[in-house]
């Protein structure tokens, strides 16, 4: 192998300028690029969000996550300050998140801190990008044979820059997920790699150097298992390749197995802590990979081997024609490379393919061949961000290209032109990488910018509701309705989940918040009778806000939250029986009819409360045997999410039996835990009551 060259002035020059691209187009609008902050970005926010405030983990902010209950069954999960995965939205690793909780304490909780992690990782896949690209085919790296040194050394700078302007790349970068960060960490350990089998000469210092780059190789190699799942596939690539290279190369062998296996062995003890966790709670190692691999329109029946030969297909599709239709992740349709790059990719893949034998260009195949298995391999492909971790390959491919236009266009015009046309053939490629970015600019920052459906996508409509909420007085009461699958966007911007309590709405319980508090409650336009439940209950309430997306109704601090109703005269009964010191009952109301009873109870919780109880209205006659009945939780907000001092009312139509003797009766109520049956405290009478 020939000497490392390091970078020279000029290339030094060129790669300043591509990586202040780079930022410009990742940090250009990058807190209103995409509008809103979707769940997945919010959710992983909150985490980082409780890294900061000093929660313990395992946290749920949701209550869809049932999975949770499943994980947990065998072996609880630990509960920790410093997790080393997180549970949560069918758990992600960790490295993003804690990163992400730097940024938020430098930037505070906005969707730029979230965004910032992913586009400084975005500007940083650049720069390795091209160290990559010049450990394995820069000049003195014994790149292509056919390639003059001049133009081999313009290789690293040709995938500079498209990874600098690639569409997704830009996309992703303004995109608060993890799949951006792990580029880096990937193209480090091919950098390091590469850079190991480069070196040359003897002596202990450059033994010692040696051994140093392929521990390096392994660090980063186990530090991509703690980024995204794609980096459980990357030691793949050097299990296939090192093989290949020994059988091709028993000098290499003699050389550098040692440094392979010090390689090995330092990304194994990287990944060691995050191995272990996995070994103990192995459902997490495969859960959110069987979910993905089992989802999209892609996706064959029990079949999947067949839904893998298809998605090979469907993902050459992608690159070149028929791109991703999912908005989160493109701009539906587009192809991942646009025709300048897709035609430079096919260049540099057959000049890759005409030197096959050559264990750099073997290389660089299993490296796209590995990095496309996320996308390949799950049930919706093309998937766009599943194959972030073949950017770096792709980009390469194309820089390949390029070289080789140079080198043919500059071949073949000096034979046809006069020497007075010799400049020509030097301006028409950057004409073309000028025309690339304009395509990259055109499709990100105005065609994609102004589709319609982006601000949706992307739950712009939760941002403005947890805005609006997050600037509500910090005593204020907080409520929801109706409740939804995905609450993280809203939290976020309230940046304290705790506050704010969703409730079904319309199912006639009304959380009636805490005496003397403002409260607020916050209803999608279509929760209507929600609405007029709140404005009976509270007539002294009023409308504050109504926007396209939601009502804010606002009770001012003095209105009573006890069993207020002007449209009844019915007396109410005010009690302050405990059941078991957790759940008071303050006051009660009956309306009687020919064929039921109608039980209207406000509870006030004293405690908090673990589990969810069910309620209870029971009517015995004088022999004390049960003859009317009716169980069930109270409608809608369940007694875990009751806060302590909240008052909570709630109403229960017991039908009466038909031919029901007439004489004395007992109304009784009271909360036991389902399915075990456990009562909560003793049974509260409520009234005897004779009927006819």
Same mark, same amino acid.
């Not at 480069?198 to 980024?227: P, Q, W």
């Not at 064959?300 to 690159?319: A, K, S």
């Given at each position: 192998?020939? /000497?490392?060259?390091?970078?020279? !002035?000029?290339?030094?020059?060129?790669?300043?300028?591509?990586?202040?691209?780079?930022?410009?187009?990742?940090?250009?609008?990058?807190?209103?690029?995409?509008? $809103?902050?979707?769940?997945?970005?919010?959710?992983? #926010?909150?985490?980082?969000?409780?890294?900061?405030?000093?929660?313990?983990?395992?946290?749920?902010?949701?209550?869809?996550?049932?999975?949770?209950?499943?994980?947990? +069954?065998?072996?609880?999960? !630990?509960?920790?300050?410093?997790?080393?995965?997180?549970?949560?939205?069918?758990?992600?690793?960790?490295?993003?998140?804690?990163?992400?909780?730097?940024? &938020?304490?430098?930037?505070?909780?906005?969707?730029?801190?979230?965004?910032?992690?992913?586009?400084?990782?975005?500007?940083?896949?650049?720069?390795?990008?091209?160290?990559?690209?010049?450990?394995?085919?820069?000049? #003195?790296?014994? $790149?292509?044979?056919?390639?003059?040194?001049?133009?081999?050394?313009?290789?690293?700078?040709?995938?500079?820059?498209?990874?600098?302007?690639?569409?997704?790349?830009?996309?992703?970068?303004?995109?608060?997920?993890?799949?951006?960060?792990?580029?880096?960490?990937?193209?480090?350990?091919?950098?390091?790699?590469?850079?190991?089998?480069?070196?040359?000469?003897? #002596?202990?210092?450059?033994?010692?150097?040696?051994?140093?780059?392929?521990?390096?190789?392994?660090?980063?190699?186990?530090?991509?298992?703690?980024?995204?799942?794609?980096?459980?596939?990357?030691?793949?690539?050097?299990?296939?390749?090192?093989?290949?290279?020994?059988?091709?190369?028993?000098?290499?062998?003699?050389?550098?197995?040692?440094?392979?296996?010090?390689?090995?062995?330092?990304?194994?003890?990287?990944?060691?802590?995050?191995?272990?966790?996995?070994?103990?709670?192995?459902?997490?190692?495969?859960?959110?990979?069987?979910?993905?691999?089992?989802? #999209?329109?892609?996706?064959?029946?029990?079949?999947?081997?067949?839904?893998?030969?298809?998605?090979?297909?469907? %993902?050459?599709?992608?690159?070149?024609?028929?791109?991703?239709?999912?908005?989160?992740?493109?701009?539906?349709?587009?192809?991942?490379?646009? !025709? &300048?790059?897709?035609?430079?990719?096919?260049?540099?893949?057959?000049?890759?393919?005409?030197?096959?034998?050559?264990?750099?260009?073997?290389?660089?195949?299993?490296?796209?061949?590995?990095?496309?298995?996320?996308?390949?391999?799950?049930?919706?492909?093309?998937?766009?961000?599943?194959?972030? $971790?073949?950017?770096?390959?792709?980009?390469?491919?194309?820089?390949?290209?390029?070289?080789?236009?140079? +080198?043919?266009?500059?071949?073949?015009?000096?034979?046809?032109?006069?020497?007075?046309?010799?400049?020509?053939?030097?301006?028409?490629? /950057?004409?073309?990488?000028?025309?690339?970015?304009?395509?990259?600019?055109?499709?990100?920052?105005?065609?994609?910018?102004?589709? /319609?459906?982006?601000?949706?996508?992307?739950?712009?409509? @939760?941002?403005?509701?947890?805005?609006?909420?997050? +600037?509500?007085?910090?005593?204020?009461?907080?409520?929801?309705?109706?409740?939804?699958?995905?609450?993280?966007?809203?939290?976020?911007?309230?940046?304290?989940?705790?506050?704010?309590?969703?409730?079904?709405? $319309?199912?006639?319980?009304?959380?009636?918040?805490?005496?003397?508090?403002?409260?607020?409650?916050?209803?999608?336009?279509?929760?209507?009778?929600?609405?007029?439940?709140?404005?009976?209950?509270?007539?002294?309430?009023?409308?504050?806000? =109504?926007?396209?997306?939601? &009502?804010?109704?606002?009770? /001012?601090?003095?209105?009573?939250?006890?069993?207020?109703?002007?449209?009844? +005269? %019915?007396?109410?009964?005010?009690? =302050?029986?405990?059941?078991?010191?957790?759940?008071?009952?303050?006051?009660?109301?009956?309306?009687?009819?020919? @064929?039921?009873?109608?039980?209207?109870?406000?509870?006030?919780?004293?405690? !908090?409360?673990?589990?969810?109880?069910? =309620?209870?209205?029971?009517?015995?006659? @004088?022999?004390?045997?049960?003859?009317?009945?009716?169980?069930?939780?109270?409608?809608?907000?369940?007694?875990?999410?009751?806060?302590?001092?909240?008052?909570?009312?709630?109403?229960?139509? %017991?039908?009466?039996?038909?031919?029901?003797?007439?004489?004395?009766?007992?109304?009784?109520?009271?909360?036991?835990?389902?399915?075990?049956?456990?009562?909560?405290?003793?049974?509260? %009478?409520?009234?005897?009551?004779?009927?006819?």
């Amino acid at each position: 192998m020939s /000497p490392r060259r390091p970078i020279t !002035p000029s290339s030094r020059s060129l790669l300043l300028l591509i990586l202040l691209l780079a930022a410009l187009l990742r940090f250009w609008r990058l807190d209103t690029l995409p509008p $809103g902050l979707y769940h997945d970005e919010a959710y992983n #926010g909150l985490d980082a969000l409780s890294l900061v405030q000093g929660k313990d983990f395992p946290q749920f902010y949701e209550g869809w996550e049932l999975y949770a209950q499943d994980a947990q +069954a065998e072996r609880p999960l !630990p509960t920790t300050r410093w997790p080393i995965f997180f549970a949560g939205n069918y758990g992600r690793e960790p490295l993003h998140i804690y990163l992400m909780a730097l940024s &938020i304490k430098l930037f505070g909780a906005t969707p730029f801190a979230i965004r910032f992690v992913p586009a400084l990782a975005g500007v940083l896949s650049v720069l390795t990008t091209y160290l990559a690209a010049q450990a394995i085919f820069g000049a #003195g790296a014994g $790149g292509q044979p056919s390639t003059s040194a001049k133009r081999q050394s313009l290789i690293p700078i040709y995938a500079a820059f498209f990874m600098a302007i690639l569409f997704s790349a830009v996309h992703f970068s303004h995109f608060g997920l993890r799949m951006t960060l792990f580029a880096p960490a990937e193209t480090l350990a091919v950098y390091f790699f590469w850079r190991g089998v480069n070196e040359t000469g003897e #002596g202990e210092y450059r033994g010692k150097r040696v051994a140093l780059t392929f521990l390096s190789a392994g660090f980063f190699l186990g530090l991509g298992m703690y980024i995204y799942a794609a980096g459980r596939l990357l030691p793949l690539l050097f299990v296939l390749f090192v093989p290949l290279w020994f059988a091709q190369d028993r000098a290499a062998l003699r050389r550098h197995w040692r440094h392979v296996a010090l390689m090995a062995g330092m990304s194994l003890v990287t990944a060691l802590p995050l191995l272990i966790y996995f070994a103990r709670y192995p459902y997490f190692f495969v859960f959110r990979m069987s979910y993905v691999a089992n989802r #999209g329109l892609g996706t064959v029946e029990g079949r999947p081997f067949l839904t893998w030969f298809n998605n090979v297909g469907r %993902v050459i599709r992608g690159l070149f024609w028929q791109g991703e239709t999912h908005l989160r992740h493109n701009l539906p349709g587009r192809p991942y490379l646009d !025709p &300048i790059q897709a035609v430079l990719f096919a260049l540099g893949v057959g000049m890759n393919g005409r030197w096959w034998r050559n264990p750099r260009n073997q290389f660089l195949l299993l490296w796209l061949i590995v990095m496309l298995l996320p996308t390949i391999l799950s049930g919706d492909a093309p998937h766009f961000g599943r194959m972030s $971790g073949a950017a770096p390959t792709l980009t390469i491919f194309i820089a390949l290209g390029a070289a080789q236009l140079t +080198a043919w266009i500059t071949t073949h015009t000096r034979h046809y032109l006069p020497s007075s046309f010799f400049p020509l053939p030097s301006s028409l490629l /950057p004409l073309l990488l000028l025309l690339s970015l304009l395509f990259t600019l055109r499709d990100y920052f105005f065609r994609y910018a102004d589709h /319609p459906q982006l601000a949706a996508d992307f739950y712009l409509p @939760d941002w403005e509701l947890g805005q609006y909420v997050a +600037a509500q007085p910090a005593d204020a009461t907080l409520y929801f309705t109706p409740t939804q699958e995905e609450m993280a966007t809203i939290y976020f911007a309230l940046a304290d989940p705790e506050r704010l309590r969703s409730y079904s709405g $319309g199912q006639g319980l009304i959380p009636a918040g805490e005496t003397g508090k403002t409260a607020v409650y916050l209803l999608r336009p279509n929760a209507q009778t929600a609405l007029t439940d709140l404005q009976t209950f509270f007539p002294t309430g009023y409308i504050a806000a =109504a926007r396209e997306n939601f &009502i804010a109704f606002h009770v /001012p601090a003095n209105a009573p939250r006890l069993l207020v109703d002007v449209t009844t +005269a %019915v007396s109410i009964t005010e009690t =302050a029986v405990s059941f078991a010191e957790t759940i008071t009952l303050r006051g009660w109301r009956l309306h009687q009819s020919a @064929d039921a009873l109608t039980i209207t109870l406000a509870w006030q919780a004293q405690a !908090p409360i673990a589990q969810n109880f069910t =309620a209870y209205v029971h009517l015995l006659n @004088d022999a004390g045997e049960l003859v009317a009945q009716l169980d069930r939780p109270p409608a809608g907000y369940p007694t875990a999410d009751w806060r302590v001092g909240e008052i909570v009312q709630d109403s229960y139509r %017991v039908p009466l039996p038909p031919n029901l003797p007439p004489g004395q009766y007992t109304l009784r109520t009271g909360f036991y835990s389902w399915p075990e049956l456990v009562g909560l405290g003793e049974t509260a %009478v409520l009234t005897n009551l004779s009927l006819p």
